[in-house]
């Protein structure tokens, strides 16, 4: 369990997804470049198998979990986390309701 004080060290923004791309030789990743407002970043996530087509994910608004060390997945640079929920074999993007400004803090 994690206290308050630990839950506040979470950098977590919306960023806007300005591409999406499947990485060639993997089933599940994507590669995302997200708008965080001043910054954006690279994300590999291993979402592909629920999308028809990445460029389906573009325009999308979602929380990103931006704080993290960066990783090397597959040999691709990840310097962030999507925020999603699976649940009874669904997928779900938390998504923005409302167009927001990128960068924007989650609370």
Do not use: C, W
């Amino acid at each position: 369990m994690i206290n308050l004080e630990d839950f506040l060290k979470l950098d977590i923004r919306v960023g806007e997804i300005l591409e999406a791309r499947k990485i060639q030789g993997t089933d599940r990743l994507l590669k995302l470049r997200v708008d965080l407002g001043k910054e954006e970043k690279e994300i590999v996530s291993g979402i592909a198998e629920y999308f028809n087509a990445p460029e389906e994910l573009v325009g999308k608004q979602i929380p990103i979990l931006a704080n993290l060390s960066p990783r090397t997945i597959k040999g691709h640079k990840s310097d962030g986390m999507i925020l999603a929920v699976l649940g009874d074999g669904k997928f779900s993007l938390l998504a923005a309701e409302n167009k927001i400004p990128n960068g924007s803090p989650v609370r």
